[in-house]
């Protein structure tokens, strides 16, 4: 494996009692300077890679790497060159938001604390307050100062955006764009599609445990598949396309038929020779709508609610 990638793993596996696999044989790579989005539902393995690749659980097999050196053999020189924010972030509750942050910056070893002050301005955050004080989004809030304050070379996000208001969710793309522009790293699980669309350079998707694709965002937004309105004179235009080669996901309604396209528009048009277009409107699917792709309506989540894995903790 080499040593040039800021995260590495190949054939990672990781499996539970009675037969369960949280991931198998992954193998995925992230370039520096770059935003890299992990995308997954309910139980895909998300929160098992974060965890290997910290060297808080151990996998099954396979073997993972960042900047080159193995998470298990060099796991403590690793964790300074990262931040890291969980799903859940539990911290001293009878402490101040500061007295966390020094206490953090001691045990790292080196904090920029001119910038630590700027991100508690951009981030409306109160760091005098008591940790069981906190709402949940002004948690959130001290998790990013932690993850962000020593600028390191690497960030590892874990749904890191949930709880914010949309005011500070911008701020929190304007940060991971700085980030990137200093020539540093994100690895960025995410529920909330909208982000990882907004930020992200690429994606990975994952489920049930096994990586499905691996591409640019705009390449994943720009796939051959369309979405398709068509406005008939007369209707009963969904009869008539049921069988067309590439339609799937038929409705009409309110003299009005939808349909999602892949491949060719000749097989379409042909099929549509016969009746009367009023009206057709064509677009690209966003990343939700491949993310729908890949699981289906019952089993995506796109509206940054969270969800739990196999394990118990968040996917």
Same mark, same amino acid.
């Given at each position: 494996?080499?040593?040039? *990638? $800021?995260?590495?793993?190949?054939? *990672?596996?990781?499996?539970?009692? &009675?037969?369960?696999? +949280?991931?198998?044989?992954?193998?995925?790579?992230?370039?520096?300077?770059?935003?890299?989005?992990?995308?997954?539902?309910?139980?895909?393995?998300?929160?098992?890679?974060?965890?290997?690749?910290?060297?808080?659980?151990?996998?099954?097999?396979?073997?993972?790497?960042?900047?080159?050196?193995?998470? &298990?053999?060099?796991?403590?020189?690793?964790?300074?060159?990262?931040?890291?924010?969980?799903?859940?972030?539990?911290?001293? /509750?009878?402490?101040?938001?500061?007295? $966390?942050?020094?206490?953090?910056?001691?045990?790292?070893?080196?904090?920029?604390?001119?910038?630590?002050?700027?991100?508690?301005?951009?981030?409306?955050?109160?760091?005098?307050?008591?940790?069981?004080?906190?709402?949940?989004? %002004?948690?959130? /809030?001290?998790?990013?100062?932690?993850? #962000?304050?020593? /600028?390191?070379?690497?960030?590892?996000?874990?749904?890191?955006?949930?709880?914010?208001?949309?005011?500070?969710?911008?701020?929190?793309?304007?940060?991971?764009?700085?980030?990137?522009?200093?020539?540093?790293?994100?690895?960025?699980?995410?529920?909330? #599609?909208?982000?990882?669309?907004?930020?992200?350079? &690429? @994606?990975?998707?994952?489920?049930?445990?096994?990586?499905?694709? $691996?591409?640019?965002?705009?390449?994943?937004?720009?796939? %051959?598949?369309?979405?398709?309105? *068509?406005?008939?004179?007369?209707?009963?235009? @969904?009869?008539?396309?049921? +069988?067309?080669?590439?339609?799937?996901? #038929?409705?009409? +309604?309110?003299?009005?038929?939808?349909?999602?396209?892949?491949?060719?528009?000749?097989?379409?048009? /042909?099929?549509?020779?016969?009746?009367? $277009?009023?009206?057709?409107?064509?677009?690209?699917?966003? #990343?939700?709508?491949?993310?729908?792709?890949?699981?289906? %309506?019952?089993? +995506?989540?796109? %509206?940054? &609610?969270?969800?739990?894995?196999?394990?118990?903790?968040?996917?």
């Amino acid at each position: 494996m080499t040593g040039q *990638l $800021v995260i590495e793993t190949r054939n *990672l596996s990781k499996s539970y009692g &009675r037969g369960i696999k +949280a991931l198998d044989s992954l193998s995925l790579s992230v370039q520096p300077g770059e935003i890299f989005g992990y995308l997954g539902p309910n139980g895909a393995g998300k929160t098992t890679t974060i965890r290997i690749l910290l060297d808080l659980i151990r996998p099954s097999g396979g073997e993972a790497r960042m900047f080159g050196q193995d998470v &298990r053999q060099q796991g403590v020189e690793l964790h300074r060159r990262i931040g890291f924010l969980p799903g859940e972030l539990n911290l001293w /509750k009878g402490l101040t938001g500061r007295e $966390v942050m020094h206490y953090m910056a001691r045990v790292r070893g080196t904090t920029d604390w001119r910038y630590a002050d700027q991100l508690i301005d951009r981030l409306k955050f109160d760091p005098s307050l008591r940790v069981r004080s906190y709402s949940t989004g %002004n948690k959130r /809030k001290l998790g990013l100062v932690l993850a #962000l304050m020593h /600028k390191p070379e690497l960030l590892i996000l874990d749904e890191p955006s949930s709880g914010l208001d949309p005011l500070m969710q911008q701020t929190f793309n304007e940060l991971m764009l700085e980030t990137k522009a200093d020539g540093r790293t994100v690895f960025l699980s995410s529920h909330v #599609l909208s982000e990882v669309q907004a930020i992200c350079d &690429r @994606a990975a998707i994952l489920n049930g445990g096994q990586l499905k694709t $691996v591409s640019t965002v705009e390449a994943l937004t720009r796939s %051959n598949v369309r979405l398709v309105t *068509l406005k008939l004179k007369g209707g009963g235009g @969904a009869a008539m396309l049921q +069988a067309v080669p590439g339609v799937s996901d #038929l409705q009409e +309604a309110d003299g009005h038929v939808t349909l999602r396209l892949s491949g060719d528009f000749d097989p379409l048009l /042909k099929a549509l020779s016969a009746a009367y $277009v009023e009206d057709m409107h064509v677009e690209e699917p966003s #990343l939700e709508d491949i993310f729908l792709g890949f699981y289906g %309506n019952g089993n +995506a989540v796109s %509206n940054g &609610r969270r969800t739990t894995d196999r394990t118990g903790a968040s996917s």
